[in-house]
């Protein structure tokens, strides 16, 4: 199996060709992913929840991720893996640096920044240095104490314009990938289409370029899952089909349909 890598997901883009991602936190689960097909895995700060039980992602912790990366990375040693910069992590450049290092060593592909316009100048540091960074916008959260919860992001005009401009500054400042998370469907499509590089959605609707889903989630084994998720393992009754079913469903068009997106 040849090594995917960031150019690969720019070539889907351009030949409309949907792709699914999937977060993935070790070795067992990161090989059955690859051997089913699955090219792109987030190592996310998410596991402060499903892996650590906590009621959000702020206190995992940079040395947690460049863990749980390798062991990923061990799984699947040709895939494209995005690695998470945890809460504060990438609060001085300084801090950025060292972080960004410690990730890209442990087996990261790209690491991923929660934020908006005011990071510019951060990823055209990394840039410079020869670290590729994937944003994250729309709901981002790191930031759960000042959106008072997980809700959707631009449903009004404001909000929306907002987005849209901090996507195209990011993309100016070098980001390479966006992660845009929990936003109407239409707004998706729009930054979709103004954005030249891949853009992966989670609770976003079906125009971006690729699709995120939490493994647990897709795997049904998620108290109170989000709306946009939709458990495959049930249709299926094996992992193995539960996650081609996933890939197929995203390349398909299929998912996510109306019902897991917020119009």
């Known amino acids: 199996m040849k ?7 720019f070539s889907f883009k351009k030949n409309n060709h949907k792709f699914a991602a999937i977060t993935a936190y070790d070795y067992s689960f990161s090989k059955l992913f690859s051997k089913q097909g699955i090219n792109v895995m987030l190592v996310g700060d998410s596991l402060g929840m499903t892996i650590q039980g906590k009621s959000n992602t702020l206190s995992v912790t940079i040395n947690q991720i460049a863990y749980h990366t390798r062991c990923v990375r061990k799984g699947a040693p040709n895939s494209f893996i995005i690695a ?32 908006y316009a005011w990071l510019c100048e951060t990823i055209r540091m990394l840039t410079e240095r020869s670290v590729p960074v994937c944003g994250h916008i729309g709901l981002t959260p790191q930031a759960i104490n000042l959106l008072s919860g997980y809700k959707i992001q631009g449903r009004d005009q404001k909000t929306a314009d907002k987005l849209i401009k901090d996507s195209i500054e990011l993309e100016k400042a070098g980001m390479k990938l966006l992660v845009l998370e929990c936003v109407p469907s239409h707004l998706a499509k729009i930054i979709t289409k103004k954005l030249s590089i891949p853009v992966i959605g989670i609770g976003a609707g079906s125009e971006t370029d690729g699709q995120l889903i939490v493994m647990q989630d897709a795997l049904g ?43």
């Open 84 to 115: 998470d910069m945890p809460f504060m992590s990438f609060s001085t450049l300084e801090k950025t640096y060292s972080n960004a290092a410690t990730l890209i060593k442990s087996g990261a592909n790209i690491i991923k920044i929660e934020g």
């Open 221 to 263: 084994i998620t108290n109170n899952p989000p709306k946009f998720t939709k458990n495959f393992l049930i249709q299926t009754g094996n992992l193995n089909d539960a996650i081609s079913l996933y890939i197929q469903e995203v390349e398909n068009g299929i998912y996510p349909d109306q019902k897991h997106s917020f119009i």
């Open 3 to 9: 090594s995917f890598f960031l150019s690969d997901l």
